[in-house]
């Protein structure tokens, strides 16, 4: 049995690029709706555990922090579904935070650094501007004071070499 085709259709050459628009925002809560990311510490170690995805053709736009939730804007490839995307964006990154806070165990025994909750939306060409600013005001929409303590630990390793070092009698 022979298929009828289009004469339209057999000139159509598909382009090795997905050129299609798949911009999600995400919003992800901590268990227990926990203040975690107050430290500017914990926000680095969680940006950046999402982007050792971009290995898997994800794409990170503009990220959020709200003390116990997390904003960000993503491109997911076509290849994954939003619920295996969600998987592993959040596996990821609670796989980072416990390795790189040992102190999160005590406050998370069971492992479980996000809960259940999630929300996530289509972001079109449109509203990627607008969700952007949402997304970089979030410290002030939730009047938050974000700790730098960042430099705290250089100076601490600062003061323990020039405490090793030799002193002039």
Same mark, same amino acid.
């Given at each position: 049995? *022979?298929? =009828?085709?289009?004469?339209?259709?057999?000139?159509?050459?598909?382009?090795?690029? #997905?050129?299609?628009?798949?911009?999600?925002?995400?919003?992800?809560?901590?268990?227990?709706?926990?203040?975690?990311?107050?430290?500017? !510490?914990?926000? #680095? &170690?969680? &940006? =950046? =555990?999402? @982007? /050792?995805?971009?290995?898997? #053709?994800?794409?990170?736009?503009? +990220?959020? +922090?709200?003390?116990?939730?997390?904003? +960000?804007? $993503?491109?997911?490839?076509?290849?994954?579904?939003?619920?295996? =995307?969600?998987?592993?964006?959040? !596996?990821?990154?609670?796989?980072?935070? +416990?390795?790189?806070?040992?102190?999160? @165990?005590?406050?998370?025994? @069971?492992?479980?650094?996000? !809960?259940?909750?999630?929300?996530?939306?289509? &972001?079109?060409?449109?509203?990627?501007?607008?969700?952007? *600013?949402?997304?970089? #005001?979030?410290? @002030?929409?939730?009047?938050? $004071?974000?700790?730098?303590?960042?430099?705290?630990?250089?100076?601490?390793? $600062? /003061?323990?070499? &020039? $405490?090793?070092?030799?002193?002039? *009698?």
């Amino acid at each position: 049995m *022979a298929y =009828a085709t289009s004469e339209s259709f057999k000139g159509f050459v598909r382009s090795t690029h #997905d050129t299609r628009n798949n911009w999600i925002t995400f919003m992800f809560v901590t268990k227990c709706r926990f203040n975690c990311f107050l430290k500017q !510490s914990h926000i #680095d &170690t969680c &940006t =950046a =555990a999402f @982007r /050792e995805l971009e290995s898997c #053709d994800f794409e990170f736009g503009t +990220f959020g +922090f709200g003390g116990s939730h997390v904003h +960000f804007q $993503a491109n997911v490839p076509k290849r994954y579904s939003v619920e295996v =995307a969600e998987i592993m964006l959040k !596996s990821r990154s609670s796989m980072r935070m +416990f390795e790189r806070h040992p102190g999160f @165990r005590k406050r998370y025994p @069971r492992g479980s650094f996000w !809960s259940g909750y999630e929300h996530h939306e289509s &972001t079109g060409r449109k509203n990627m501007e607008e969700s952007t *600013a949402y997304l970089n #005001d979030q410290v @002030r929409h939730h009047n938050l $004071a974000i700790i730098d303590d960042r430099q705290q630990k250089l100076n601490i390793l $600062a /003061e323990r070499d &020039t $405490a090793s070092l030799p002193q002039e *009698a």
